[in-house]
């Protein structure tokens, strides 16, 4: 058995799904199935139980996974530990931002870069609808996202910052003269949608599925980006969610930001892969638990 095959044999134990299976992985869902197919033609037994509505774990499946995990995370631990020996020499820790956070993260990235003055450090943004493929792609080290996150592969670090969520509107909606909204009126608007694999709790964190009595909150055109949310909402047909950074870095003369008066704030994070965590990962993770900012 292969290393990529143990991999994917023990995501699919711990998702029990093959469609996330792959999406994790980065591969299809027909790669997912003929490896753990290839497995069991291997081994002569099931390893799962599929049906049309669930794949659970046979008891040798189970008994697999519980030898291979201890063995599959000490070769991860001794790659990443051969590829931190590396980096430190190189010098280079890349960062995940979003949108206008990035802006924000002077006082972080200068600390960290006393502390550590050979470090080159890289930045790549990423778009809010899809939040951890790049982390898991292996192209940053780390991101920076907003909570809640529950993925079992990632390890979640301390509070960066934290900050109040806006409407944006177009300069003329209904809402662009209001001083403030409650969530409760976005039942009676369009609101813009992500276009991508970001998990639906996380979704619904910053942009809810209903209101606070239960009422549907509608959803309008998905979008990838944030130039296609500024664009989309200055056409005066859509609000969109957003943090109170946006209002500060991308203002447009069609656009209008207005707060939500009932809405908890957003909170920041710093999120990386448990399997490939590094010396300067820790370290820059200790320096935002030194310093998280407020608005």
């Known amino acids: 058995m292969e290393l990529r095959d143990i991999e994917i ?34 081994i002569g037994a099931a390893l799962f139980e599929r049906t049309s509505r669930v ?9 697999l996974r519980d030898r291979l995990q201890p063995a599959y995370r000490q070769l991860t631990e001794a790659i990443v530990t051969v590829k931190a020996t590396v980096n430190g020499a190189r010098g280079v820790l890349t960062l995940g931002t979003m949108g206008a956070i990035a802006q924000t993260l002077g006082d972080t990235t200068d600390a960290f870069r006393t502390l550590h003055p050979g470090v080159e450090m890289r930045f790549k943004e990423i778009h809010p609808p899809d939040p951890f493929s790049a982390l898991r792609g292996g192209d940053v080290d780390v991101d920076v996202a907003w909570l809640p996150i529950h993925e ?28 403030s909204i409650d969530l409760e009126e976005l039942a009676d608007c369009t609101v813009l949608g992500p276009n991508g694999p970001i998990p639906r709790y996380m979704e619904d964190s910053l942009v809810p599925f209903a209101t606070p009595t239960g009422r549907p909150i509608p959803r309008g055109p998905r979008v990838g980006t944030f130039q296609e949310v500024l664009t989309t909402v200055a056409s005066g047909t859509s609000v969109a969610l957003t943090q109170a950074e946006a209002a500060d870095y991308y203002q447009w003369p069609d656009i209008v930001y207005v707060p939500i008066a009932d809405a908890p704030p957003s909170q920041w994070a710093v999120v990386w892969r448990t399997g490939t965590e590094t010396s300067l990962i820790r370290d820059f993770a200790s320096v935002v638990a030194g310093g998280s900012t407020q608005p």
Not at 55 to 63: A, F
């Open 55 to 63: 794949v659970r774990l046979t008891p040798l499946g189970v008994d």
């Open 152 to 179: 079992p592969d990632l390890t979640v670090g301390p509070i960066l910052r934290s900050t109040p969520v806006l409407a944006m509107v177009g300069r003329t909606h209904p809402f662009a003269d209001r001083k």
């Open 9 to 42: 044999f023990l995501t699919l134990a711990e998702e029990l799904h093959f469609g996330r299976t792959a999406q994790r992985l980065f591969i299809s869902q027909a790669r997912v199935s003929q490896s753990i197919s290839t497995q069991e033609r291997h």
